[in-house]
C-alpha cells in the first residue's frame, strides 16, 4: 500500500479557501483560532448530525440521549448549538453571538471541553458578512463523509497551521513544525522502540484556568509587573502578603479568575478579572461590572498574542458571570490590543456585552 501523505485528506484546500474569506485586514495570528474553532465546531457536529439520524433510522427515541454519542467517542451537540441552526442564522448582525453561544452550550455538556473551545467571534472587529460566507462554506463541507480513517479533524489542523505559519513568517514556526523536519528529527535520532514525541508539531502553548493553589505565581508575576513599571505599590509594607490575602479572600468568594499561559512547564503570562461593585448611591440594586487586571507577558515573549488569548477567556468568564460591563485602565502597549476587543476610551476604557 502507497504511504499517505500526512496532509492530504482531499479536500483541505477547500478548508484552507474557506479560511481566506475571513483574512480581510487581520492578521493570519488573529483569525487563525477563528477558523481553526470552526473546523473543530463542524467537525464535532458533522459526527454527531451522522449518528443522530443513524439513531433516528433505529425508531428507538434515543436520538437526544445523551450517552448514545458519549459511548462512541462522539461530543454531544444541544440543539441551540447544531450546525443547521448557525448555517441558517450565517448572514444576522448575530452570527457571531449565535456561535459564541454554541461554544458554551458544547462545553456545558462536555465537561472535557469546558473552558477549552474559542469564543471570539462576536468581537466587534470581526467582519459579520465574512463570518457568514465562511458559514456557507463551511455548510457545504461535509467532513464525516471524508472518514475517519484519515484522522481527518488533525489531518484539517495540520494543513491549515502550516498555512498560518507560512502566512506568519518566522512566528508560525513557533507554533507548527512541518511534517518533513519531523520525519528528518527521527531519520537523525533512529529510535528503535517506544514512541517519538515531537511537540512542535502543535502549539507549544498552553492556556490554564488559574485555581487558588496558583495565587502565589500569580502574585509573584504581578510584583515582576509593578518592578517593571515601578509602581509605587512596591513601596508599601508587606505588599505581596496584602495582595496576597485579598485574592485568595476573592477567589474563595469566586470573584477573582486568572488565565495562565505555559511554555513547556515555565508560566510566561498571566491575566485576570475581577467582579467588582459600585457604591450604590440609592437603594437600587448594587451595580457589577467586570475589572481586568494583572495582564502581563514576561519581556521575551511578548507580541506571540498570549494577552489576547488571555482575554478572550477572561472577558467569556465574565460572560459566563452574567457581567455586561468590563473596565480597566489600559498601557500604553496594551492599548492597540484593547481597542481590538471593542473597549471605548472614557478615561478608564470600557466594554459593554
Not at 2 to 22: M, P
Not at 29 to 43: A, D, P, Q, T
Not at 198 to 203: H, L, N, T
Not at 225 to 236: A, C
Request: aromatic fraction near 12%; hydrophobic fraction near 40%; include cysteine.
Amino acid at each position: 500500500m502507497a504511504e499517505k501523505n500526512t496532509a492530504s485528506i482531499g479536500f483541505e484546500k477547500q478548508i484552507w479557501d474557506a479560511a481566506c474569506v475571513l483574512r480581510g485586514n487581520l492578521d493570519a495570528s488573529e483569525y487563525k483560532s477563528v477558523v481553526l474553532g470552526l473546523i473543530f465546531l463542524k467537525y464535532i457536529s458533522d459526527r454527531f448530525e451522522d449518528k443522530y439520524n443513524e439513531l433516528v433510522a433505529e425508531g428507538d427515541g434515543f436520538e437526544e440521549d445523551m450517552d448514545e454519542y458519549i459511548s462512541e467517542g462522539i461530543f454531544f451537540v444541544p440543539e441551540s448549538a447544531r450546525w443547521n441552526v448557525i448555517a441558517s442564522n450565517a448572514h444576522t448582525e448575530e452570527i457571531g453571538t449565535i456561535i459564541d453561544d454554541a461554544m458554551r452550550a458544547i462545553e456545558k455538556e462536555n465537561k472535557r471541553l469546558k473552558d477549552i473551545l474559542p469564543k471570539n467571534f462576536a468581537r466587534p472587529e470581526l467582519d459579520k458578512r465574512r463570518l457568514g460566507d465562511v458559514v456557507d462554506l463551511f455548510t457545504n463541507i461535509q467532513m464525516i463523509e471524508h472518514g475517519n480513517e484519515k484522522d481527518i479533524l488533525g489531518r484539517t489542523y495540520e494543513y491549515c497551521l502550516s498555512m498560518f505559519a507560512e502566512q506568519e513568517g518566522k512566528r508560525g514556526g513557533e507554533f507548527f513544525t512541518p511534517s518533513c523536519v519531523v520525519r528528518t528529527l527521527v531519520e537523525v535520532l533512529k529510535p528503535f522502540r517506544g514512541r517519538v514525541y515531537e511537540k512542535g508539531v502543535i502549539y507549544l502553548m498552553k492556556l490554564k484556568k488559574a485555581e487558588i493553589q496558583d495565587l502565589n505565581l500569580i502574585v509573584k508575576m504581578k510584583m515582576d509587573m509593578f518592578t517593571e513599571v515601578g509602581s509605587i505599590v512596591l513601596l508599601q509594607d508587606n505588599a505581596e502578603e496584602k495582595i496576597y490575602a485579598k485574592y485568595k479572600k476573592l477567589y474563595q468568594e469566586e470573584k477573582l479568575c486568572h488565565y495562565l499561559v505555559y511554555e513547556d512547564d515555565n508560566v510566561i503570562a498571566c491575566g485576570g478579572a475581577i467582579i467588582k461593585e459600585d457604591v450604590p448611591f440609592c437603594f437600587f440594586k448594587t451595580p457589577m461590572y467586570g475589572y481586568i487586571l494583572d495582564v502581563y507577558c514576561v519581556p521575551e515573549k511578548r507580541r506571540n498574542g498570549y494577552a489576547s488569548r488571555i482575554m478572550e477567556r477572561l472577558i467569556s468568564w465574565l460572560q459566563d458571570k452574567e457581567i455586561h460591563n468590563i473596565k480597566l485602565k489600559p498601557s500604553a502597549t496594551g492599548r492597540e490590543m484593547y481597542e481590538k476587543f471593542g473597549f471605548g476610551d472614557s478615561g478608564e476604557m470600557e466594554l459593554w456585552l
